[in-house]
């Protein structure tokens, strides 16, 4: 069975939310990430139509995986477009086959035709090892933190 990566159509929504939801667990904040389908539907119309989202399928099974990214100006230099990674997600039953780094590579090839930048953030307990990005020619460049106030 083959894996390949396409860019997303709104018609992926159904199953985009559905991923959502295990992410919105997975991320494990006190305040779900995933709460209203209703917005969370206009959210994803909008990644889909006006930024990036691309979906891993496996020929016979169908949707394993997705990546998706914000593509902006930079808020202080508006010569800098920013691809700013927001979620790169596989499947549980699908992890540690080759969709997660196809979809890898396949974002960070559209970004370097379309960006100046792109930024990557993983969770505290993403299975992702560092290695894998800094291999693609990512650096370390900040960390990031949650301090969650209610």
Not at 54 to 71: K, L, M, P, T
């Amino acid at each position: 069975m083959n894996i390949h990566v396409r860019p997303a159509s709104t018609a992926d929504i159904p199953w985009l939310l559905s991923q959502l939801k295990k992410f919105s667990e997975f991320f494990g904040s006190k305040i779900p990430l995933f709460e209203d389908e209703a917005h969370s539907t206009q959210g994803l119309h909008s990644m889909i139509c006006d930024h990036v989202v691309f979906i891993a399928e496996q020929d016979g099974v169908g949707s394993v995986g997705f990546i998706s990214g914000w593509r902006t100006q930079h808020p202080f230099n508006p010569k800098i477009r920013w691809l700013a990674e927001t979620f790169w997600w596989v499947d549980e039953p699908w992890r540690g086959t080759r969709a997660g780094l196809m979809l890898l590579n396949k974002f960070t090839e559209w970004g370097k035709q379309n960006a100046d930048w792109i930024t990557f953030g993983l969770e505290e307990n993403s299975p992702i090892n560092d290695k894998t990005l800094i291999k693609r020619g990512f650096r370390l460049h900040e960390r990031s933190y949650l301090m969650e106030v209610s």
